[in-house]
């Protein structure tokens, strides 16, 4: 298929107007999203948050646009929609760039400060063995395949359970979180731009790629995942920081978890 230029309305998702982004792919029938002033931290938005699909698109689909991502600058999100927050706007867009300003190990080193110090004394045991002290971001992985086949497999699966499709202006996964506004860190942390930057690092260390965002949920491929079980500890610990959650409500402890994470080439996150 020939490439085209951007349709008017999506050239409005970039600061500069979209020039000189093209599509190579079709898209299905779908609309801007505008935030919802009540939600902006500054009031009327200068330019819509994401486009999104009207119908569930298919992981083919999602695939050929990651494709595109290079020429187009939209990077595709399957979008876990219910009554909110996409088609209502409930979101707060922020500038990509503030990302610059964070890194996973402040974020880390920040979070387990804070968790620790609220924590009874024999609570330190779900952290073994790091216990009160930090560890710091954990090693890169090893790449095991092509980070896009990977996410391209991901969204596969997940394209299953019938979800719309978002597209935003960013330059990646990690950077569209910010730029779209998402709000799902519940009762965690809901200014996204700091747990974007240790997104990105996961770009870069462990071949991470975003597929999937809901109200109050993640999805994560992994092209280079901890194979063994010290460096899953790591990063056990990592997610722990990033999403209390995920370890707290589900096996209690670091060891449960770096079980579950180890050679896992998905890294599923909700907050309650």
């Known amino acids: 298929m020939n490439d085209h230029r951007l349709p008017r309305e999506m050239c409005r998702l970039f600061p500069d107007g979209g020039r ?61 929609e219910s009554a909110q927050p996409w088609a209502v706007g409930q979101v707060v867009p922020d500038d990509p760039r503030q990302i610059d300003h964070f890194t996973p190990e402040g974020f880390m080193t920040e979070v387990w400060q804070e968790w620790v110090s609220q924590m009874p004394p024999d609570a330190l045991e779900e952290l073994e063995p790091f216990g009160a002290i930090c560890p710091g971001p954990a090693a890169p992985g090893v790449l095991r395949a092509d980070p896009g086949a990977v996410a391209d497999w991901y969204a596969g699966e997940l394209a299953a359970g019938g979800m719309p499709l978002g ?29 974007a930057a240790v997104v990105r690092s996961w770009e870069d260390r462990f071949g991470a790629r975003v597929v999937s965002v809901g109200f ?17 500890l790591h990063v056990a610990a990592e997610h722990w920081t990033f999403c209390p959650d995920n370890v707290v409500q589900g096996p209690g402890d670091l ?15 909700w907050w309650d």
């Not at 060891?255 to 996150?269: D, L, N, R, V």
């Open 216 to 232: 109050n949920t993640l999805e994560l491929s992994v092209a280079a995942p901890p194979v063994d079980p010290e460096h899953a």
């Open 20 to 80: 000189g982004r093209v599509l190579s792919v079709s898209l299905p029938a779908g609309e801007v999203v505008w935030p919802d002033p009540g939600y902006t931290r500054q009031g009327e938005a200068a330019r819509p948050a994401f486009w999104l699909s009207d119908e569930p698109v298919t992981g083919e689909e999602w695939a050929r646009l990651r494709s595109s991502h290079p020429r187009s600058g939209l990077w595709p999100l399957l979008l876990d």
């Open 255 to 269: 060891q449960g978890y770096a079980e579950q994470i180890i050679g896992g080439h998905s890294w599923s996150f």
């Open 167 to 195: 597209l935003v202006a960013a330059n990646s996964g990690a950077d569209a979180l910010a730029v779209m506004g998402w709000q799902g860190a519940l009762h965690h942390n809901e200014w996204m731009v700091p747990m």
